[in-house]
T-cell receptor, first 118, second 109 residues
């Protein structure tokens, strides 16, 4: 199956700093990438949908100035958590949609990034 | 509103069969997905159904009835490594994935 990488896998930072998370589709082109966060024992929560070359679409309640998303190419999207606070500590997961997969297109998930803000 | 329902937790015995149900009410339907998620890991794709009927893939099968807004994931010959959360997700008319809360499956020896 398609491979999506995510970096870093784990990050610990001080409150007030910014953290950048990269999401790459390794063997396919992804016109659309999705960013999720997941709190312990809870389901995935979609944060934003990122389309290559255009601005991301944020879900209600997600601050676009706090969670900056850039989708510069068909294989790379980045999420920057600006001025991180302890409540931002979570598991952040990206997924990518293979634009050539046709009707059975599936979202492939990256391994996730565990963020801990002290 | 849009809603996906699945049981919170299920327990089964190694070697047995378990069926995890999912019912949905969404604005439009463009396919239903099942994902497996082990603790502290990202979900991995298991199956995709867009037409009514049963899709079989090894030990896992997934069934869909669009008229009933119902799907199930069937796991056969359960192994300890099958202990995980199983997430049901429906793609709506906007091609957005609507996620269920997940079913935690506990396998006992």
């Amino acid at each position: 199956g398609a491979v999506v990488s995510q970096h870093p896998s784990r990050v610990i930072c001080k409150s007030g700093t910014s953290v950048k998370i990269e999401c790459r589709s390794l063997d396919f082109q992804a016109t659309t990438m999705f960013w999720y966060r997941q709190f312990p024992k809870q389901s995935l929560m979609l944060m934003a949908t990122s389309n290559e070359g255009s601005k991301a679409t944020y879900e209600q309640g997600v601050e676009k100035d706090k969670f900056l998303i850039n989708h510069a190419s068909l294989t790379l999207s980045t999420l920057t958590v600006t001025s991180a606070h302890p409540e931002d500590s979570s598991f952040y997961i990206c997924s990518a949609r293979d634009r050539l997969a046709g009707g059975r297109e599936t979202q492939y998930f990256g391994p996730g990034t565990r963020l801990l803000v002290l | 509103g849009q809603n996906i329902d699945q049981p919170t937790e299920m327990t089964a015995t190694e070697g047995a069969i378990v069926q995890i149900n999912c019912t949905y009410q969404t604005s439009g339907f463009n396919g239903l997905f099942w994902y497996q998620q082990h603790a502290a890991e990202a979900p991995t794709f298991l199956s995709y159904n867009v037409l009514d009927g049963l899709e079989e893939k090894g030990r896992f099968s997934s069934f869909l009835s669009r008229s009933k807004g119902y799907s199930y994931l069937l796991l056969k010959e359960l192994q300890m490594k099958d202990s995980a959360s199983y997430l049901c997700a429906v793609r709506d008319s906007n091609y957005q994935l609507i996620w269920g809360a997940g079913t935690k499956l506990i396998i006992k020896p």
